[in-house]
């Protein structure tokens, strides 16, 4: 029975609402400003949103480009089988994937969806810059 019992609290704490930042793994880290460099046609994965409890309650996270004919950003459902990591096997989520297009740089930012920081192109903060070459 306690092994029954552990289980189902394993299965259940997998349902819980977190996020999984991989852009940062991808930054360069002997630059000045965050950069992440990239080949063209190379995707990788930014951000993963496990939809979990208690739920984001208005706040869900994303990243947009600033420049997404350079890289493009495209966030799809998705479920883990991995335990204990994003998004989650019981509510799933959304993994966000950085696309090199074309040569040349941008910016991305992670923000709330649901609000327009992400539109204030001006402002520099949390701001990081996408180097896109081909080779």
Same mark, same amino acid.
């Given at each position: 029975?306690? +092994?029954?019992?552990? !289980? ?7 349902? !819980?609402?977190?996020? *999984? ?12 400003? $965050? ?25 869900? $996270? ?12 495209? !966030?799809?459902?998705?479920? +883990?089988?991995? $335990?204990? *990591? ?25 923000? +709330? ?23």
């Amino acid at each position: 029975m306690r +092994n029954i019992i552990l !289980c189902i609290v394993i299965v259940l704490l997998q349902g !819980c609402a977190g996020t *999984r930042d991989s852009y940062k793994n991808l930054i360069e880290k002997d630059l000045a400003t $965050p950069t992440i460099q990239m080949v063209v046609d190379e995707t990788k994965e930014v951000l993963a949103v496990g939809d979990g409890f208690p739920g984001w309650w208005g706040i869900y $996270p994303t990243i947009i480009s600033f420049t997404p004919e350079i890289a493009s950003v495209i !966030c799809k459902k998705e479920r +883990n089988w991995i $335990p204990f *990591r994003e998004p989650g096997l019981v509510f799933g989520g959304t993994v966000c994937y950085l696309t090199a297009d074309k040569v040349g740089e941008t910016w991305i930012k992670r923000g +709330n969806i649901y609000s327009d920081e992400l539109d204030n192109h001006e402002s520099h903060v949390g701001r990081i810059k996408v180097i896109v070459t081909d080779q």
